[in-house]
């Protein structure tokens, strides 16, 4: 019997609000089930959105309270599936956890929408978003079945750079891969979402659960990242789908360009008050008293020596948040803060459909899947089978098998 499959990948921005991204994402499964699509995946963080630019305000041992309250408006933007802030695994995929008084689900209803979408079309469903639970956000995968709903859901185990202060930290029993069987085919799969691929020993965990279909929601639009996921199809011989969203500046969430286009502009507070230009240096200091502390800040008052090395020390600092942050004030907000660069690899690191570069709203990249490839290709290479000297390496993981599933 054939081992085929028809996925896809959506290189789908996130709109501006949770309605309308969830419209979008139906119409998207629409289109793709009228092109015999079984199986399609969105970006990393397209419910909730992927907050690029933004500063929230934040320094190294300040926050602003212009940052907070665009947290406010991010949090606000983010899903509620009913989970708990741990994660509930198996109680919440089995709708196990309790339910308030006057209602019969958990969370805000994002889970049923995603459901209904996956039923009424027979396509599964994967993608990104920010769930949030209690008061902290995490980065999430949902994989939605048009038979069971959903059938598993992992958060994000380490966030890269700034997302450290916007998202928590996911549990690693999250890594589980999720079986299911598609006209006949075994599908074995799992999420690694936008750096999570650079971690070896992560990669290592899901190649060991012999998954045969490797799911990379992302972020990053670097030309680095295709050659990525050559190599982990290659390693791993799987099929890989890697999607991510392309966004022009004009179509940010007002929250964060109505400000600038980061808040790494904005001044932040430290004990109450505005904090001094952030990469001034060897100018004079005073030292205050903050309760029971002395605080060393620097002085307001410079001394006529001091001040070229600070204007050079100054004009460092501007040209290097300049090329974090480019100005936008004579912007159109055509230019791109993502360009996109969603792909498609094979089970032996080939190419089967490029990155595609500043396409917004790109449409469905789509690939017939020969699942047998897999197979073939691990005559000379089965990373943790045959080729993984397990006598003389082992890998643990806190709270998760990572043997193949059943």
């Known amino acids: 019997m054939p081992q085929k499959l ?18 979008a994402l139906t119409s998207t499964v629409r289109q793709a089930q009228s ?6 995946l969105f970006p990393e963080a397209y419910l909730g ?6 500063g929230f305000g934040a320094a190294v041992g300040a926050r602003s309270d212009e940052g907070r309250e665009q947290f406010l408006n991010y949090f606000h933007d983010a899903v509620d599936l009913g989970d708990t802030p741990l ?15 006057g209602t019969d689900r958990r969370g805000d209803g994002t889970r049923e929408f995603l459901e209904r979408v996956a039923w009424d079309t027979g396509v599964f469903v994967v993608t990104g978003l920010v769930e949030k639970a209690a008061g902290s956000l995490y980065c999430a995968v949902v994989y939605v079945c048009p038979r069971l ?23 690693p029993s999250t890594l589980r891969a999720v079986t299911t069987t598609i006209k006949g085919v075994k599908l074995t799969m799992a999420a690694a979402i936008c750096w999570e691929n650079m971690m070896p020993l992560l990669r290592y965990s899901l190649y060991s659960q012999n998954v045969n279909l490797w799911l990379a929601p992302t972020a990053d639009a670097r030309d680095t990242w295709w050659p990525l996921m050559r190599t982990v199809g290659n390693e791993g011989r799987c099929f890989v789908l890697s999607a991510i969203s392309c966004v022009k500046r004009k179509n940010l969430p007002a929250w964060i360009t ?4 980061s808040t790494a502009n904005a001044e932040p507070q430290v004990n109450g008050a505005s904090s001094p230009a952030t990469c001034r240096r060897r100018r004079s200091t005073v030292t205050v008293k ?22 050079a020390d100054e004009d460092l600092g501007v040209q290097f948040k300049a090329s974090i942050f480019p100005a936008t004030s004579t912007s159109s907000g055509e230019d791109f803060v993502c360009r996109g660069g969603s792909c498609i690899v094979g089970p032996m690191g080939n190419t089967i459909v490029e990155p595609l570069w500043e396409v917004e709203d790109g449409g469905l990249l789509i690939t017939e899947a020969d ?11 089965d990373v943790a089978g045959s080729y993984s000297r397990s006598d003389a390496f082992r890998l643990t993981v806190e709270g998760l098998d990572i043997n193949p599933p059943p």
């Open 35 to 40: 092109q015999g699509v079984d199986l399609v």
């Open 371 to 381: 699942f047998e490839d897999c197979e073939r290709g691990r005559l000379d290479l």
């Open 87 to 101: 994660g509930a695994g198996d109680a919440w995929l089995d709708r196990k956890l309790p339910v308030a008084k």
């Open 49 to 54: 959105g992927y907050p690029r630019t933004c």
């Open 290 to 311: 903050e309760e029971q502390h002395d605080l060393v800040l620097p002085s307001v008052n410079q001394t006529a020596s001091s001040t070229s090395a600070i204007a």
């Open 6 to 23: 028809t996925l896809a990948v959506s290189q789908s921005r996130t709109l501006s609000t949770l309605q309308d991204t969830l419209a």
């Open 149 to 171: 709903g959903c059938v598993g859901k992992r958060r994000k185990v380490m966030p890269t750079g700034s997302e450290r202060l916007i998202w928590a930290q996911g549990s």
């Open 258 to 261: 109505a400000t600038g286009a």
